[in-house]
C-alpha cells in the first residue's frame, strides 16, 4: 500500500482515472504511482512512458495477469 506522512500534500477524487486497468506495457495516461492488481506491487511511472512489461515481475497462478491500476495521480503545475 502507498504510504505517506503529511495529509495535506494528498487529497481524494473520484476521477474515472483510478478505475481503469492497464495492460503491462501501455503508454502511462497521467503520471503518479500504479499498483499491480494481481499481487499489489507499486511503481512510479511518468506520463507517456510506458508501464512495466507483463515480465516485470512474476505472478503464481492464482494472481493471473499483471494488469496496473493508479493508485495516486500527479498533478503537474
Ligand atoms: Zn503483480
Known sequence: MALYKYSQYLGTSTDAAFDVLHKPGATTPHSGIYRCEGCGHEIASNGGNPLPPQNHHQHNASQG??????????QGK
Do not use: P
Request: glycine fraction near 0%; charged fraction near 10%.
Open 65 to 74: 495477469t499483471i494488469q496496473w491500476r493508479m493508485v495516486v495521480y500527479a
